[in-house]
């Protein structure tokens, strides 16, 4: 499965997809990472980082410290590395979210935007994620495709790999088993006026792109215990 995953992103990396999903996650990419507050010695990193936007938003603002994405794909590494060139304090490895290659408590906070549903093991991610997090360290997570927003439902037949359908609750419950706290779920609205073109390739239909659009994207915020003992 992690051969196939790794296989299927490394097709979407050569054929442009990496700065296709910048430009379409930012506007509420931007909005999720607003919340994330990183500060300028930050240690911040970006499961499943893609073209590594999200690696490069936060490597900005920690600038007495840096930023780290992962991804299962070599191709979107090579992408986001190209794409960073500029960045002293970006820096970008092959890795599966769920045998994250770092050492106990190195990152204060942490970002994942569409990420977490590719996931064969999506709770093994999410221990590894609070092992290599700081105590008290702040997570922010995007996803698109659950339970609630039923027009996103059919990207599962539309993608050519597996994917995992969570419900709110469920995603909430993981990162509760995982060790974090202070666990709450919102909804993220793209302002991007919405035009008579709709991306034909994932939605069936236009009323089905609006659906998506109004039910939003599902945020989850959460934090690694001050103080483990006390949690
Ligand atoms: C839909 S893309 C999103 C990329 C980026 N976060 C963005 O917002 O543009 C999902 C990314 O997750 C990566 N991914 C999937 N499964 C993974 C895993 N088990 N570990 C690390 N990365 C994974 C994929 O290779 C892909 O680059």
């Known amino acids: 499965m992690e051969e196939r995953l790794r296989t299927e992103f490394n097709q979407w990396a050569r054929a442009g997809s990496a700065e296709r999903m910048e430009r379409g996650h930012l506007p509420v990419g931007l909005q999720a990472l607003a919340r994330l507050n990183v500060?300028?010695?930050?240690?911040?990193?970006?499961?499943?980082?893609?073209?590594?936007?999200?690696?490069?938003?936060?490597?900005?603002?920690?600038?007495?410290?840096?930023?780290?994405?992962?991804?299962?794909?070599?191709?979107?590494?090579r992408v986001a590395r190209g794409r960073s060139a500029d960045f002293r304090n970006a820096y970008f490895c092959a890795a599966n979210a769920e045998r994250l290659p770092f050492a106990d408590g190195r990152?204060?906070?942490?970002?994942?935007?569409?990420?977490?549903?590719?996931?064969?093991?999506?709770?093994t991610a999410l221990r590894e994620l609070h092992r290599v997090l700081m105590p008290g360290a702040r997570v922010v997570v995007v996803v698109d495709l659950f339970?609630?927003?039923?027009?996103?439902?059919?990207?599962?037949?539309?993608?050519?790999?597996?994917?995992?359908?969570?419900?709110?609750?469920?995603?909430?419950?993981?990162?509760?088993?995982?060790?974090?706290?202070?666990?709450?779920?919102?909804?993220?609205?793209?302002?991007?006026?919405?035009?008579?073109?709709?991306?034909?390739?994932w939605f069936a239909s236009r009323a089905d792109y609006l659906s998506y659009r109004a039910e939003g994207s599902l945020l989850i915020t959460a934090r690694k215990p001050r103080d483990e003992r006390r949690s």
């Open 39 to 77: 500060e300028r010695t930050a240690c911040g990193l970006d499961l499943g980082c893609g073209s590594g936007w999200a690696t490069r938003w936060m490597a900005e603002r920690a600038a007495d410290g840096f930023a780290v994405g992962i991804d299962l794909s070599d191709e979107m590494v």
């Open 107 to 123: 990152f204060s906070c942490a970002f994942s935007m569409e990420s977490l549903y590719y996931y064969a093991d999506i709770e």
């Open 147 to 201: 339970r609630e927003n039923r027009a996103t439902h059919g990207w599962i037949e539309r993608l050519n790999m597996p994917v995992q359908l969570l419900g709110v609750d469920e995603y909430r419950r993981l990162f509760e088993v995982a060790g974090f706290v202070e666990i709450e779920d919102g909804r993220i609205y793209d302002p991007t006026p919405v035009t008579e073109e709709y991306p034909m390739r």
